[in-house]
């Protein structure tokens, strides 16, 4: 049998694997490979579209966001645990890195918000476009 020790919460077995490492891993491989490509392979955000990470808050309110893409206008944005954030409220800026103006939810704090990823839903093509035959 082996023992199992306990130390500030971390279980490791006499083989010196720890959860800790196990965890270091999946870090490293989660931001190498996020980087790669705006769709995130994860459940905690499975169907979002990483939008970028809140950089500022404007003189009105808004959550200012340099985004990867440009959302539609009023799209919902979320943080990683699919709490709704806010709602885009403008595109702005070039077309190659355009930033984004987000409209708060009331019970958001603005300043807690800082330095967070957010995320769009993933829109599908709907078929309510022009038929041409």
Not at 98 to 122: M, N, S, W
């Amino acid at each position: 049998m082996a023992a199992f020790v306990v130390k500030g919460g971390i279980s490791t077995d006499g083989t010196g694997c720890s959860t800790l490492k196990y965890i270091e891993k999946n870090l490293i491989y989660n931001m190498a490979h996020r980087a790669l490509s705006t769709s995130y392979k994860y459940d905690s955000v499975s169907g979002l579209k990483l939008l970028g990470v809140v950089q500022d808050v404007s003189h009105d309110g808004r959550l200012i966001v340099k985004a990867r893409f440009a959302p539609r206008a009023g799209a919902v944005v979320r943080d990683n645990l699919k709490v709704k954030i806010g709602r885009v409220a403008r595109v702005f800026g070039p077309a190659r890195s355009p930033y984004v103006a987000i409209r708060p939810e009331k019970d958001v704090g603005t300043l807690a918000v800082l330095g967070k990823e957010v995320y769009v839903l993933e829109e599908g093509d709907h078929g309510k476009g022009k038929r041409r035959d």
